[in-house]
Each structure stands twice: as structure tokens, then as C-alpha cells.
């Protein structure tokens, strides 16, 4: 146990002395470590005012958009089905952004021309 221990230390030691034994001591000395402090600043926000709320989805053109993220396209369809049992009246779109990461320009304008709500399954 006690030469597991001593083996252990003498790995650990190497490890971190490993700089010096590279055979360039004035590149060891020399070498700096640059620190970053994780917290920063977050940049000012400006809230924005929710939309109002509709009095009903009767005759309302809702999109659901899938991010792609997963599990989302069942719960799309799940919704879509929701929607359709219990609000007949309303129209469903349902979309899929090519990217999870990246704004699909044309589909955003779409929805911003057509689209009198919106869903987006962003995962969990």
C-alpha cells in the first residue's frame, strides 16, 4: 500500500514538474499562464413588451417549429394533434429549422408575415 502510494506521488510529481525535464530550462521558466475569470460581464439587455395575448385561436395561423432537437419532432407532433382535437379551427404549420443553432432567415420572415403565433421546441 505504502509503495502504491509512493508511485502514485512520484507519477503526480512528474506530471507536474513535466515542463522542466523537456531539457529547455529557459522555455520552462519563461512560460506564462493565462487565467480568465469565467464570470465576466453580460452585455446591457433591453426588455421588450410581450405580445398581447389573443382572446382566441379561432381562425389564428399557429407555426410549430421543430429545432431538431431531440425528442422535439414527437412533441411537435404530439402538440399538432392537441391543436387539432381541440381547437379545429385554427391552422397548424408545421416547420422544421434546418439548424439547431442557426436562424433560418427565410422561415423566420415567413413566420413573421403569416403567422399569428408560434411554438418553438427548443429541447430541454
Not at 421588450?48 to 389573443?54: I, L, N, S, V
Request: charged letters at 20%.
Amino acid at each position: 500500500m505504502k509503495l502504491r502510494i509512493a508511485v502514485i506521488a512520484a507519477l503526480c510529481a512528474g506530471l507536474v514538474c513535466g515542463v522542466c525535464v523537456t531539457g529547455n530550462a529557459q522555455v520552462a521558466a519563461a512560460a506564462k499562464v493565462t487565467v480568465l475569470n469565467p464570470m465576466g460581464t453580460p452585455p446591457p439587455i433591453q426588455l421588450k413588451q410581450m405580445a398581447e395575448r389573443p382572446t382566441t385561436l379561432d381562425g389564428k395561423t399557429i407555426y410549430l417549429v421543430n429545432t431538431g432537437f431531440v425528442g422535439t419532432e414527437r412533441l411537435m407532433e404530439v402538440m399538432e394533434e392537441w391543436f387539432k382535437e381541440n381547437h379545429p379551427k385554427t391552422t397548424i404549420v408545421s416547420k422544421r429549422n434546418p439548424s439547431m443553432d442557426v436562424a433560418d432567415k427565410a422561415l423566420w420572415a415567413e413566420i413573421q408575415e403569416k403567422a399569428d403565433g408560434v411554438v418553438i421546441g427548443l429541447g430541454h
